[in-house]
């Protein structure tokens, strides 16, 4: 199995290319299967999660073709069983669900069951489409839903924000008879990429980037192409590396607009942020202060970005708590942040981070995606090598990690 070793200490300067965002190519793969004609989607970064969701889109019967950096898609729906040998590897496949029932009227999909941050239900996707007609039951641990009088618009309250239940409906409701209303939806800026592809296929959608989300049902939707939005989370994970390592690095295509509360707290904590037109410079040259942060539904900070804040934090001058609302169990990374040397205290749903001079190489092992990234992190700014084992779990979100820190100075490899 590949670990990733990292001999830290080097100040990374340079520039770094932002991939598309694999949290918006996800759901818009889906959007292949709401229509015949071909669905092109360029800006795809190379990851494992993307190579998942192909294979699940190829088993339905799509053909994927993936160039360089263009997925398309096309063809009908032949099968709409969605087996658990794929879903388990990739909870996401769950966005299947509502495409299938709106084109299919019927699909069979693996409950993605539980997973290392939490348990993750998906009651929310299911109660918004059993409100739109379709009849529902679980059944040796497959959700088996049809549409027998087709999906129907309804108004629909999310209980709690959900962006894939959110994306689920969206996709459902294009092509749903009448009008859908979502409220207190999600809106993470995938979902508005996500809305702007189904427009583009020929969906009316209104409220795009609110959380009131108008769907007027059409009956069928075309082909497009569309343009993927840049990963703001791979972005956030580069400009703290940039700041845990004292560096200064230029991300190209990086929109800061999409990540204001990030900014926000790395400017607090000292961090210098210049933006361009292209995107945005990160640079520290000064100490690093402690801050707070709790995560929060967009524009709140994110989830994504709370392992490789605490990292950030773990060498920081002063006290910090970051405080995490959306998952139970997302501090795995905190025993392994404490192994290199990082004094962090868990209280429940905080962690209390008491920031060191330095951090210390050591072996450590990942257990998530944002997880392993911020021990990847923690590595760049440590004294001496760190070794990261089980690092395909960097590779299901991460592009080329090891080159891109690479052409900044980073010593890292991938053994
Ligand atoms: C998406 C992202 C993930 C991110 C998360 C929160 C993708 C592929 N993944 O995940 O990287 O961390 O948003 O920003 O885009 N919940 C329920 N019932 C449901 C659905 C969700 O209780 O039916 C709970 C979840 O357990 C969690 C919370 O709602 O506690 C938010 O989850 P959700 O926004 O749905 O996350 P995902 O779409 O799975």
New binding site residues.
């Given amino acids: 199995m590949d670990s990733i070793r990292i001999t830290g200490g080097v100040p990374l300067h340079g520039r770094i290319a932002i991939s598309g965002a694999?949290?918006?190519a996800?759901?818009l793969m889906a959007c292949g299967l709401l229509t015949d004609e071909r669905l092109t989607l360029t800006n795809a970064a190379r990851l494992a999660?993307l190579a998942t969701m192909a294979e699940l889109l190829a088993q339905h019967g799509l053909a994927v073709d993936w160039q360089g950096r263009a997925i398309s898609l096309g063809g009908q729906i032949t099968n709409t069983e969605a087996p658990y040998d794929i879903v388990r590897k990739m909870?996401?496949s769950?966005?299947v669900l509502g495409p299938l029932l709106a084109r299919a009227g019927q699909a069979r999909v693996s409950l993605p069951g539980g997973c290392a941050?939490?348990?993750?239900?998906?009651?929310?996707?299911?109660?918004g489409l059993e409100a739109m007609g379709a009849v529902i039951r679980l059944d040796g641990g497959y959700i088996e839903a049809t549409a027998p009088h087709g999906l129907r618009g309804a108004t629909f309250v999310f209980p709690?924000?959900?962006?894939?239940?959110?994306?689920n409906l969206l996709m459902a409701a294009s092509l749903a008879e009448g009008q859908t209303i979502l409220k207190n939806a999600?809106r993470?800026p995938?979902i508005t990429d996500l809305a702007c592809c189904l427009i583009a296929m020929g969906a009316n959608i209104e409220g795009l980037g609110t959380d009131t989300l108008v769907v007027d049902g059409v009956k069928r939707l075309h082909g497009a192409t569309h343009a993927i939005l840049p990963d703001r989370?791979e972005t956030g994970t580069y400009a703290c590396a940039a700041a845990i390592t004292g560096g200064d690095i230029f991300l190209e295509n990086a929109r800061a607009a999409d990540l204001g509360a990030v900014l926000a707290s790395l400017r607090e904590a000292g961090v210098v942020i210049s933006e361009e037109e292209t995107g945005f410079r990160v640079t520290r040259a000064n100490g690093l202060h402690g801050v707070d942060a709790m995560t929060e539904?967009?524009p709140g900070f994110?989830?994504?970005m709370q392992a490789q804040f605490m990292a950030l934090m773990a060498v920081a001058d002063g006290a910090s708590m970051v405080t995490e609302t959306?998952?139970?169990n997302r501090f795995m990374h905190v025993p392994e942040l404490n192994r290199m040397g990082a004094r962090i205290n868990v209280h429940g749903a905080s962690a209390i981070i008491r920031g060191v001079k330095s951090l210390s190489g050591a072996p450590v092992m990942a257990t998530d995606?944002?997880a392993s990234v911020s021990l990847v992190l923690a590595g760049l700014a440590a004294k001496g090598d760190t070794v990261i084992s089980r690092v395909y779990h960097l590779d299901r979100g991460y592009e080329a990690v090891e080159q891109k820190l690479a052409a900044c100075g980073a010593r890292i490899e991938r053994v």
């Fill in positions: 694999k949290n918006a996800l759901p999660d909870r996401a769950i966005l941050i939490g348990t993750r239900p998906v009651d929310l996707h299911l109660k709690f924000v959900s962006v894939g239940a959110t994306e999600a993470e995938e989370i539904p967009f994110p989830t994504d959306i998952f139970e995606l944002r």
